[in-house]
């Protein structure tokens, strides 16, 4: 498992879709990663299950015990694996570039919900709102 930083390195600059599936692949990886982060930050052991063909979903189902806010990412991962499989299913689709660009920007917003809600335990209990880590870092909220 790579570091948070590392992973944030991942999701700031994704990887080229010179090869979509390979791609999409790292993107899915690095996804699981956080949520491996965060059930070890619980002092859980991340399992290898899948639950419709995907660990990420097992992983967040495991992540979601006994932390009912932490649902708020549930369709983020939902939408990981959706434009996945768009991307590897690829045979008759041309727009590859838009699909493989909204999963970087997806898994982006799964690292940020997360590590996020790493420093502030209440993230998500109002609509994933960041407000606590903002206010933190003195930006203005509204």
């Known amino acids: ?28 990886q690095a ?23 995907f660990r990420l979903l097992a992983l ?7 932390d009912p806010s932490f649902n708020a990412c549930r369709e983020t991962c939902r939408e990981i694996a959706y434009h996945y499989n768009l991307v590897t299913m690829r045979d008759e689709y041309s ?10 920007m997806i898994s982006r917003h799964l690292f940020l919900f997360i590590s996020g809600k790493m420093q502030v335990a209440e993230l998500g209990e109002f609509c994933c709102s960041a407000k606590p880590i903002r206010a933190a870092d003195g930006a203005t909220t509204t």
Do not use: C, N, Y
């Open 31 to 53: 996804s699981e990663e956080i949520l491996e982060h965060w059930i070890t930050a619980r002092g859980d052991v991340p399992g290898s299950d899948k639950r419709e063909g």
């Open 60 to 66: 967040h189902r495991q992540g979601a015990k006994g």
């Open 1 to 28: 498992m790579r570091s948070l930083t590392e992973l944030e390195t991942v999701f700031e600059s994704p990887p080229a879709a010179g090869d979509p599936e390979a791609a999409a692949a790292e993107l899915l």
């Open 95 to 104: 727009d590859i570039t838009d699909r493989l660009s909204m999963m970087a």
